[in-house]
């Protein structure tokens, strides 16, 4: 049985020590803020609500949730009653303490308590040591990362209530999953309060309706967007915008299919690494075809209806391709997250000597699109090979290699992800800042050594042989519907005057002319 990675976070082969206080403003010390909130929480919600079964808590980027089972249906009425029990239980200054157990003496303890979904994690766990914190009355299985008591946890607040599938599969049961967050200081908590209330006054799906831009409806899909003619304007707007930056850019449109054969997918590794987000299969005369869950596999199959010479590359394909993805309907969210999507989307074939070129025109393109849309913060993240991965070792090293001096030479500071990469080649991402201060990461740009070797694509060198071409997989905004929602949020429904699909209302101003 495979644990989860919010579950990893619940057990370990170790102790690990409190924060200290003076560390709670590192990323560190906040997590751990957080996380013994989540005990603090549960501790509370099982005084109140006798009965209700714990699950997993985890800090997480703004906050923390925690998961329960309960007859009870929370709703946000109950969110004040739990804080205050939180509050009496933090004053009581309880020390988080930390005991390295067996997984069968885990097991045996949380087996007497009636805890069906801590011996599960358990279940998958054999032949490790798991650790137990407790504080007060409560223990949790966990692997720690604590303050040193409950005084710490001062500056909190309860925030919503929402439901969620165990371990995040819609066959198993529906739990409930309150969120919240806490920070070091009362001015950060009133500060990311002031947030979350300027970003629900901007959320894209209640300005998509009040400005009639777009819908989402049950009968036709979750998922899956229907523009109305305002938000048709807008799109087209943006569409026309990138197409001339592209065209003056050398790149060449195509367009190709929704759905294409599986033996398509089987042949670029899609198949093997992303079935589980492809629709399909659909028999089509005794053969299994796909929706397009990407644009790559066609594009390389349209450079390889011909052999290219070098004096022709490098050749860049764009495409306002529409793709189609299974997302989990718990993570479906307006335009931030669909199943169906319209990514900006290009390929571009080259030679070895052409990359650096290649990656540095594609780092001032994007710079130059986000400070048009208005956003001139980008942030920028070098991905690096992941654990499963295909192709050459010595080609990732040198593609890392490549893509770190693009980024030094245009003066982007990154940071390391290690192993982000995608199954074919690493890849830089670029995430730019809203008006209120949240990051969203929007371009990708990926170097690929991999595809061409599947899909045997060269081109005629300056000696009369054969080399296969490098790829370059780039999206700048990423998809159309993601960018427009942030869009939305950004301007809080203000466009500028090229962007608005209404530009100029007529009023009457005298009784005769109504």
């Known amino acids: 049985m495979n644990v989860t990675r919010q579950e990893q976070g619940m057990v370990s082969s170790e102790s690990h020590s409190p924060a200290p206080a003076a560390d709670l403003n590192s990323p560190e010390g906040l997590a751990a803020l957080r996380h013994s909130c989540t005990h603090v929480m549960a501790q509370a919600v099982q005084e109140l609500f006798p009965g209700t079964k714990i699950t997993i808590g985890p800090a997480i980027e703004e906050g923390f949730y925690y998961d329960f089972d309960s007859e009870h249906r929370f709703t946000d009425e109950d969110l004040p009653k739990i804080e205050k029990r939180m509050r009496q239980i933090a004053e009581g200054n309880h020390a988080f303490r930390g005991e390295v157990v067996s997984p069968d003496a885990s097991k045996a303890y949380w087996q007497k308590r009636g805890e069906p979904y801590k011996v599960e994690i358990l279940e998958g766990l054999e032949g490790q040591t798991v650790t137990h914190y407790t504080h007060d009355t409560f223990t949790d299985l966990c692997r720690g990362g604590h303050v040193e008591n409950t005084r710490s946890i001062r500056h909190f607040r309860l925030l919503s209530v929402a439901g969620a599938y165990w371990r995040g599969d819609e066959r198993n049961k529906m739990l409930q999953r309150i969120y919240g967050t806490a920070f070091p200081s009362k001015d950060q908590l009133d500060a990311h309060l002031k947030r979350l209330e300027e970003a629900k006054r901007r959320d894209h799906r209640k300005l998509g309706a009040e400005l009639d831009l777009f819908s989402i409806h049950e009968e036709v899909g979750g998922g899956l967007i229907s523009w109305h003619p305002k938000g048709a304007v807008l799109r087209f707007q943006i569409e026309t915008y990138l197409r001339g930056l592209l065209d003056a850019d050398g790149y060449q449109f195509v367009y190709t299919p929704h759905v294409a054969s599986e033996k398509l997918y089987a042949r670029s590794g899609h198949l093997e690494n992303y079935a589980d987000l492809m629709y399909g299969p659909m028999e089509i005369e005794g053969n299994p075809f796909r929706a397009k869950p990407m644009n790559c596999p066609n594009h390389i199959m349209i450079y390889k209806t011909r052999l290219h010479s070098y004096r022709e590359l490098p050749l860049r394909l764009a495409e306002f391709g529409t793709v189609y993805r299974f997302e989990k309907s718990g993570v479906l969210h307006g335009l931030l997250r669909v199943r169906g999507f319209t990514q900006d989307d290009a390929h571009i074939f080259c030679r070895m000597d052409q990359i650096g070129p290649e990656i540095t025109k594609l780092l001032r393109l994007a710079k130059r699109v986000y400070q048009d849309f208005g956003f001139p913060e980008i942030k920028s993240f070098l991905s690096t090979q992941p654990p499963k991965s295909a192709g050459v070792p010595e080609l990732w090293a040198q593609a890392e290699t490549m893509l770190k001096a693009a980024l030094d030479s245009e003066g982007f ?28 990461q929007l371009c990708t740009i990926q170097l690929d050594f ?47 005057l090229w962007l608005a699909p209404v530009q100029v209302k007529v009023l009457t101003v005298a009784t005769e002319v109504e």
């Open 450 to 496: 991999t595809l061409p070797r599947k899909f045997d694509a060269k081109y005629r060198n300056d000696k009369s042989g054969e080399d296969f071409v490098v790829m370059i997989h780039r999206a700048i905004l990423g998809s159309f519907e993601r960018f427009l929602g942030v869009l939305i949020e950004h301007y809080a429904g203000h466009f500028p």
């Open 413 to 440: 500071r990154y940071e390391v992800d290690p192993g982000g990469g995608a199954f074919y080649g690493p890849k830089i991402d670029l995430k730019i800042k809203d008006a209120i201060g949240r990051e969203w």
